[in-house]
């Protein structure tokens, strides 16, 4: 199952350079500070509509003026409109998400960045950088825009070191490229045909952004969210993983049946069990691995990755009538999009609405 990694196009985009300035035209609209006031106390989505229309050299400029018109913040409702401006781009990189354009919402997720580092995040102004950067970070992720989402992590975690989701979105992006790097042909490999995927950084950190992308990283990462805040089970079910993955399968089982049993999501508690057959493969406990796999398919009935290890488990121990029922399942139109697995490889995408959601309570 870890071998699907490989299928998801992990293209790691270069941040966006700001071009050169360009003025609103007295036809293009209205300005951003005027949207984020909208935005704040009128009409969301005649607010988000409004930017939809903007291009990259608008959105760009619009920022640009934004910060020269609030370059020192005086009063608490300046600073109000620049957390709705932030808010309001947010919610629309979420839903150009939605519709395909990864590198649209990068740049709206970019912008909204450097309006939050703008000001001083004083009172709710802090809570709601917190919110932003873990909103950004797995906005990113869910985009495969990896290297962009790791900047603004990294750059979160400056303003809060111990925020145990930060951590554990930071750990994900890690874990994404880190396990990738496992499926990749060796440089040394005569096999020329095969295209490298690329993007990341080399193992010794000579390129890209992501010097440090290793599984022992993105283990620590987890196992600090986890000092922190002992009962988060997204670090718990990714610790797990990522001793899995290293080759750890007997120390990554207590972590997984915690999850299995305590996680409050449905989703995670199917992920528990479908890494734990997995580990207990490795152990060569087959019947056991096998009543994991069942166990998964109680919690996600249609997920094709989950039917498929229990119909090869079952073939592996002579039920084949059990096997073939499975397989059959897992054909079924909907079984991979009604599969958690997929979710996982790109952070927390159940995530988003709920940290928008909080967002725009916690604008002023």
């Given at each position: ?51 939809t ?17 609030a ?13 709705a401006?932030v ?6 990189a ?38 932003f950067?873990?909103l ?44 990738l ?9 005569r ?8 993007g ?21 990462r987890?196992?600090?969210a ?6 988060l089970?997204e ?8 001793r ?7 120390e ?8 299995a ?21 490795r ?16 919690f ?25 029922d499975?397989?059959?399942r ?8 009604q ?26």
């Open positions: 199952m870890e071998v699907q990694v490989g299928c998801i196009a992990l293209v790691l985009a270069q941040v966006a350079g700001v071009g050169p300035p360009v003025a609103p035209s007295s036809a293009s609209g209205r300005s951003l500070a005027e949207l984020a006031e909208t935005y704040r106390s009128v009409d969301r989505e005649k607010a988000v509509a409004a930017v229309l903007w291009d990259r050299e608008r959105l760009y400029a619009e920022v640009r003026r934004f910060l020269d018109e370059r020192l913040e005086t009063s608490a409702e300046q600073g109000a409109t620049r957390l401006a808010a309001l781009l947010s919610d629309r979420l839903l150009d998400l939605d519709d395909g354009d990864s590198l649209r919402a990068r740049r709206e997720l970019q912008s909204a960045a450097r309006l939050m580092d703008a000001g001083r995040l004083e009172g709710g102004a802090g809570a709601f950088a917190r919110r950067y873990l950004a970070g797995l906005a990113l992720h869910r985009g495969v825009e990896l290297q962009a989402g790791y900047a603004l992590l990294v750059q979160a975690l400056r303003l809060d070191k111990d925020d145990p989701e930060l951590l554990t979105a930071l750990g994900a992006i890690t874990e994404t490229v880190a396990a790097r496992q499926y990749e042909r060796s440089p040394d490999s096999d020329r045909s095969i295209t490298r995927l690329g990341y950084a080399t193992e010794d950190g000579s390129s890209g952004s992501l010097p440090s992308a290793s599984l022992p990283e993105a283990e620590a987890y196992e600090q986890l000092t922190l805040e002992p009962g089970a670090a718990r079910l990714r610790l797990g993983r990522v899995l993955l290293s080759g750890r399968a007997r990554a089982l207590p972590d997984l049946e915690r999850v049993a305590e996680a409050r999501h449905a989703g995670q508690r199917y992920l528990a069990r479908l890494f734990e057959g997995r580990a207990r493969e152990l060569g406990d087959l019947a056991g691995a096998a009543d994991a796999y069942r166990a998964a398919t109680a996600a009935p249609r997920a094709q990755t989950g039917l498929l290890a229990l119909g090869r488990m079952l073939d592996r121990l002579g039920d084949t009538a059990g096997a073939i499975a397989f059959e897992a054909s079924q139109p909907d079984a991979r999009t599969d958690p697995w997929w979710g996982y490889q790109m952070g927390q995408p159940e995530r988003l609405d709920e940290l928008l959601a909080e967002l725009r309570r916690l604008v002023p």
